[in-house]
Every structure is written in structure tokens, then in C-alpha cells.
């Protein structure tokens, strides 16, 4: 196992060297990960939307069913039957009880398609910073290199320091509370 993790530990070592050196790749994984993202709360917005809908329609039919008993209910109370007037009394009230179910889900679903278009645009704002801040750091990184390679600066102490306007570190704090926000709005949909 310890050499395993030796090789695991080198490898990403390496990985972390090579994207410093090409903070670009780094910014375009990110922006990768937020557009499947975004493909995935579609999704979602969609199936959301679907389960919308098909719950407006029990509404509207157990709506009906409601109208339907309560008509019965004076039909028999009419020809004093009071028995079917009881009966179709408690198949009424059943059926609001159901009508009111489904109402909370329907008004739940609704909250949730809410909360995830709030994260699709949340997740389509990041990827738009990532494209850029990758876009900023390619340039950079062309530029600097470009100026080293043609002048033939020395790293040395009046060497021009890379000061990247993408922070590594701020990137990673975007996708972290991105993927924090989605992970919130997830449980919340639960």
C-alpha cells in the first residue's frame, strides 16, 4: 500500500506542478465541471416541471371527483337517502384530504424548481468567470512566455514576476462553494 500511495503522492504532485504551469487547464476542468453541471439541473428543472404538471392534473381530476360526489350528495339527500348522503359525505372529504396531499406536493415541487433555477443561474455565472478567468490566464501565461522567450529574460531577481489575475485558489474556492450550493439545494429537494 505504501507504495501505491508513494506513486498516488508523485503523481499528483506532478498534476498540481503542471496546471501551475498551465493555470488555463485548470480553469478549463472547472469550467467543465460546471457545465455538467448545468446540463444536470436542465435536467432537473425539466423532471421538476414534468412532476408539475402531471400533479396540476390529479388536482384538476380529483377536483372533479369532488364536484361529482358533492352532487351526490344533494341528489340523495333530495330523495332522503340519507345513508348514500352519509357515505358520499365521507368519499367527499376523502377526496379533499387527497386534493390537499397533492397540493402540498405540487407546492413542493414548485419550491424545488425555484431553488434550482436559482442554481442554474448560479452555475451558469461561475462558468462564465471560469471561461474568463482561463481565457485571462491563457493570455497571460502566452504573454510571459512570449516576453521570456524573446527577450530572454533570466529568472533572476529583476526577472518579471507572473502575477496571475486568476488566483488558483479563488478558483477553487468557486467551485467549492458551487458544489456547496448545489449539495445545499440537493438536500433541500429531498
Known amino acids: 500500500m505504501g507504495l501505491f500511495d508513494d506513486i498516488n503522492q508523485f503523481l499528483e504532485e506532478r498534476l498540481d506542478e503542471f496546471l501551475r504551469n498551465n493555470p488555463h487547464l485548470e480553469f478549463q476542468a472547472i469550467e467543465e465541471q460546471l457545465r455538467e453541471q448545468e446540463q444536470d439541473t436542465t435536467k ?5 416541471q414534468l412532476e408539475e404538471k402531471s400533479l396540476q392534473s390529479q388536482i384538476l381530476e380529483t377536483a372533479e371527483n369532488i364536484q361529482a360526489w358533492h352532487k351526490r350528495i344533494g341528489k340523495a339527500e333530495a330523495a332522503k337517502r340519507q345513508d348514500l348522503a352519509d357515505a358520499a359525505r365521507e368519499r367527499e372529504a376523502e377526496l379533499l384530504r387527497q386534493g390537499n396531499q397533492v397540493w402540498g406536493q405540487m407546492e413542493g415541487v414548485k ?10 443561474k ?10 474568463t478567468q ?6 497571460s501565461t502566452t504573454a510571459n512566455n512570449y516576453s521570456s522567450d524573446t527577450v530572454g529574460w533570466d529568472r533572476g531577481a529583476n526577472a518579471p514576476q507572473y502575477n496571475r489575475s486568476a488566483d488558483p485558489l479563488e478558483a477553487e474556492f468557486q467551485k467549492w462553494e458551487v458544489d456547496e450550493e448545489l449539495e445545499r439545494i440537493k438536500r433541500n429537494m429531498k
Open 111 to 120: 419550491q424545488r424548481i425555484v431553488q434550482a433555477q436559482e442554481l442554474l
Open 134 to 139: 482561463s481565457t485571462q490566464a491563457k493570455t
Open 44 to 48: 432537473l428543472i425539466a423532471k421538476l
Open 122 to 131: 448560479k452555475v451558469k455565472q461561475k462558468r462564465q468567470e471560469m471561461k
